[in-house]
């Protein structure tokens, strides 16, 4: 099959790379950062030039389309504006829909956890409340609906706080954590954020598992088989790594002026596993990267 993956410079994008260039044709898109796109089928497009995206289509045409192209910074760069923001995470989804729809692509779409209102309950399910608190959740929401409008060929997966080491350029807050607790130093933690973790290496394994089946029409939670906080996640890390625990200091959101807060979003996966789909444990994966 033909795979093209947006945001292929991205923290999970140059996972995805790896894992599905292993077994099928992609190509990767990247903006400005290369990542290691330059090591596949590699072109440097902006998704918001529709000549262009048309033409890779005609070109290429993909049988599948993996959209995790966004900006998702809480606090957006110098020279980034909301607007460009909502043109990228909503605009060029349209766009990226119809082009599938066109070409009879399927799209997989990376939406986020932070769609769900944060205070309604833990392990929510696919039908829970949606109230996104930010300003990237909102928009992230509103392309899943441009898409669920657009056609029906379509998988969106609800993203989990995705933690692992970042590929080159790309970053995360694990792999700082992971860096400072091996260097000694102290990291302070939230203990009043749930999620349901995925590890960088797990969610690209089992994307690429999802792109060999027949699912479609299909809103799934996309996350880790459990919930913890920020430090429980820094507690399980020292244990498994022999950190010292002592290194941890409980933080609550209020303790950070100005973050929108998002108490839990913990999901639950129970359809991600009934199409087949099983996630290893927390502790496998963090065995797994450390390794």
């Known amino acids: ?20 260039s292993a077994n099928q044709h992609i190509l990767t898109f990247y903006r400005s950062n290369t990542g290691n796109c330059t ?10 030039d529709t000549i262009e995206l048309s033409r890779v289509f005609t070109d290429f045409k993909p049988d599948i389309v993996i ?34 729809e066109k070409f009879n692509s399927k799209l997989i779409y990376t939406s986020t956890d932070l769609v769900y209102a944060g205070y309604r309950g833990s392990m929510l399910n696919e039908d829970a409340k949606l109230i996104p608190v930010s300003f990237y959740a909102e928009t992230k929401l509103m392309g899943e609906i441009k898409i669920q409008q657009t056609f029906d060929n379509f998988i969106i997966l609800r993203t989990a706080l995705l933690f692992g080491f970042g590929i080159n350029h790309s970053k995360n807050h694990f792999h700082q954590m992971h860096k400072d ?7 302070k933690l939230f203990i009043d954020q749930y999620r349901t973790p995925l590890s960088l290496i797990e969610a690209s ?3 690429n598992e999802i792109v060999r089946s027949d699912i479609k029409s299909e809103v799934i939670n996309f996350g880790g088989l459990e919930r913890v906080s920020r430090y429980e996640l820094g507690e399980r890390l020292c244990d498994i790594a022999k950190f010292d625990k002592n290194l ?9 002026p100005g973050i ?3 108490e839990d979003v913990s999901m639950n996966t129970d359809k991600l596993q009934s199409f087949g ?5 927390l502790d496998e994966m963090i065995l797994e990267i450390i390794k």
């Open 277 to 281: 789909f099983k996630q290893k444990t």
């Open 1 to 20: 099959m033909k795979i093209l993956i947006t945001g292929g410079s991205g923290l999970l994008g140059q996972y995805l790379n790896l894992a599905i």
């Open 260 to 262: 929108q807060k998002v």
């Open 67 to 100: 959209h995790t192209a966004a900006i998702s910074q809480p606090i957006l760069p110098e020279g980034i504006s909301p607007r460009d923001v909502y043109d990228l995470n909503v605009t060029a989804t349209k766009n990226i829909a119809e082009l599938c």
């Open 39 to 48: 090591d596949f089928n590699s072109i440097k497009i902006d998704l918001l």
């Open 181 to 187: 607790l091996k260097q000694g130093k102290p990291v």
């Open 205 to 207: 394994r089992i994307i």
């Open 248 to 256: 941890l200091t409980k933080i609550t959101m209020d303790d950070v």
